[in-house]
């Protein structure tokens, strides 16, 4: 069982930058596929990124809305998932969520909603123009 935190989002203004923060609990975390996923009022939760574990080599996939501005990373000592956002564009407006895939070892990343099992509750991100 994971049970992660966001925290980190906010009100900014276009071509400004956030960084979001993901806390995950237990002593698995450095195993686990982690992504980032956004959803907007009346939209579908959609990817915006995800790394592999570190065992073998995490590889790194990005959503192409968000390829150049967007940068995933890990602190496997910290318990934690990072997405730092640069350039925002009133479209990332959105509620962003942390998750972790159950298969662990596993240096490829998804971009499914289905291939994760554990979520965090959400931290907003508004970006106005």
């Known amino acids: 069982q994971v049970q992660l935190v966001e925290s980190g989002g906010g009100l900014v203004q276009a071509g400004g930058s956030l960084r979001l923060s993901c806390a995950a609990s237990?002593?698995?975390?450095?195993?686990?596929?982690m992504g980032w996923f956004r959803q907007a009022p009346g939209k579908e939760r959609e990817f915006v990124a995800s790394?592999?574990?570190?065992?073998?080599?995490?590889?790194?996939l990005y959503a192409d809305s968000v390829k150049g501005r967007f940068t995933i990373s890990r602190d496997n000592a910290k318990n934690t998932l990072y997405l730092q956002m640069n350039s925002l564009k009133p479209d990332d407006t959105a509620v962003y969520y942390c998750?972790?895939?159950?298969?662990?070892?596993?240096?490829?990343?998804?971009?499914?909603?289905?291939?994760?099992?554990?979520w965090g509750q959400g931290t907003q991100v508004t970006v106005s123009s």
């Open positions: 790394t592999g574990s570190g065992w073998g080599g995490g590889r790194i």
């Open positions: 237990g002593r698995t975390f450095s195993r686990h596929t």
């Open positions: 998750a972790a895939a159950p298969r662990q070892y596993s240096s490829v990343p998804s971009s499914l909603v289905s291939s994760y099992d554990y």
